[in-house]
């Protein structure tokens, strides 16, 4: 923890931190007066939405942001006095929130977006997007496609990804140049892929990336992402398990997905996907579970105990008819729930709004009970039971003092925000990815007022067309 930090964390009225606030003024020995507290950055808004524990809804709010961490909240003209910020993104007609959570995506799929649709998961895998893959997949796709999801992202007001794909070196250095946060999961699966010969191989080359990349960036954490239970079989599992455990890392998984992982299950290891994977030890570690469609009634309390995070990703489910997620179910159990969009080849898009929208809707109509997974349950899904979920709740998912500052704003002048009764409910069920207007992770304005900073859009919706047309065309000679 910083100097800077501790002093905030003790107490943060105002008066309370000039003292620690003389770091930054150049002068240790005398405490600012009021106003001279240099720091990096003030977010201001109409309403703070805070997603803190007690569900704080804030007016008239801002909050100041110095290394990365949010040192103070509260009244606008307070803060706004206080300190001298060298940045400020004012708060007229703005809501400000923590960052989304996209708990589970493949970033680079983006380039394979539409590229075959309306088919079922293990024939859209085998016939279209492994072979495609193979084909077409390197470093330099991973890099384009990432940078175009990164700017999807950053556009539509995530600020955290946990990403699963070939190439991570490549797709770690996107992260660190855009200014996202992510856990970046090198994928583990016995079949030849664009980066590996088969699980041996992709778990010796994941040691060599997590080596590389731990500790190297706070916003990008290396972890082990094995496919599945039906692209690995029990050894490779525990193998990448025991190699996790190793380097202490996490690992993020595809999860009882679709009914053929269930019957497969049966069929190879004559028990379903969770027990199967509890009776390895697989769950002796941190674990991100992508989907978990398919729970048994004997799984869920394996799921909490292990404290299992399950990232719930309604668009791809329902577009590959996967299924409908227990996840009113999974939430009363106390299982640990976030949302993610899957890649974009089974989305089509990375939009985290669509996303909460979905899951709640789905439930209601699943359930036929219109109060199941009410705005505020979906919106905690996003932000703070996103971030317990993928192990980061420490750090990121509420506005609290202490806390990293990865923040959005949400602009509230459009015409589906007018009239607003409730803040919440608007952003659930009326706010789309056009509306935020500006991103901070870690302190850094990564998108100021719809203005990019860390992305040049234009060169990447260029190269992104470019390999896009030689893609397509090297499809219709393959398909002539
Ligand atoms: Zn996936």
Not at 52 to 70: K, L, Q
Not at 168 to 186: F, K, N
Not at 229 to 251: H, K
Not at 320 to 328: D, E, F, N, R
Request: proline share 4%; with cysteine; hydrophobic share 45%.
């Amino acid at each position: 923890m910083t100097t800077i930090t501790r002093c905030f964390l003790i107490g943060f009225l105002a008066v309370e931190l000039a003292a620690c606030g003389a770091r930054n003024t150049g002068d240790a020995q005398l405490a600012p007066a009021a106003g001279e507290n240099q720091i990096d950055l003030i977010v201001a808004g109409d309403y703070v939405v805070t997603m803190n524990a007690a569900d704080e809804v804030r007016r008239g709010t801002a909050i100041a942001i110095d290394d990365g961490v949010i040192i103070a909240i509260g009244p606008a003209a307070e803060i706004e006095t206080n300190y001298s910020a060298r940045e400020l993104l004012a708060g007229k007609d703005r809501v400000v929130l923590p960052g989304l959570i996209n708990g589970h995506t493949h970033a680079a799929m983006t380039l394979l977006r539409g590229v075959a649709d309306d088919l079922a998961l293990m024939d859209w895998l085998n016939n279209y997007i492994f072979p495609a893959e193979v084909e077409f997949v390197d470093a330099d796709f991973v890099r384009i496609g990432t940078e175009l999801a990164c700017w999807e992202m950053i556009r539509g007001g995530t600020t955290t990804f946990v990403d699963m794909y070939y190439f991570p070196d490549t797709i770690a250095e996107v992260v660190e140049r855009c200014g996202l946060r992510a856990m970046v999961a090198t994928t583990v699966i016995d079949q030849r892929s664009p980066d590996a010969e088969n699980a041996d191989d992709s778990i010796a080359r994941g040691r060599g990336f997590i080596e590389r990349w731990k500790g190297k960036n706070s916003r990008v954490m290396p972890i082990f992402g094995p496919h599945s239970d039906y692209t690995l079989n029990a050894d490779q599992l525990r193998a990448t398990r025991q190699a996790a455990l190793e380097l202490s890392v996490p690992i993020s998984i595809h999860l009882s997905e679709s009914p053929f992982e269930l019957q497969y299950s049966k069929d190879t290891y004559g028990t379903t996907s969770i027990k199967m994977l509890e009776s390895i030890g697989f769950f002796d570690g941190p674990t991100i579970a992508a989907h978990v469609v398919w729970p048994t009634e004997d799984e869920i309390p394996i799921l909490v105990q292990r404290k299992v995070g399950v990232i719930h990703n309604p668009t791809s489910n329902t577009k590959i008819a996967s299924g409908i997620a227990p996840i009113t179910e999974l939430l009363n159990a106390g299982v640990r729930v976030g949302l993610g969009t899957d890649g974009a080849a089974s989305n089509n898009d990375l939009d985290m709004w669509e996303e909460m929208r979905l899951a709640s809707f789905l439930q209601k109509v699943d359930q036929m009970n219109p109060q199941v997974l009410p705005a505020k349950t979906v919106l905690g899904m996003a932000t703070t039971g996103g971030a317990t979920a993928i192990g980061l709740g420490d750090s990121i998912g509420t506005l609290e003092v202490g806390k990293r500052a990865d923040l959005i704003q949400v602009a509230f002048d459009d015409v589906h925000h007018i009239p607003m009764y409730n803040v919440i409910s608007t952003l659930v069920y009326v706010t789309d990815e056009q509306d935020v207007a500006s991103v901070v992770v870690d302190g850094k304005v990564l998108m100021r007022e719809r203005e990019f900073l860390t992305i040049d859009t234009a060169r990447v919706a260029e190269e992104a067309r470019a390999l896009a047309a030689r893609i397509q065309s090297a499809l219709e000679e393959r398909n002539r």
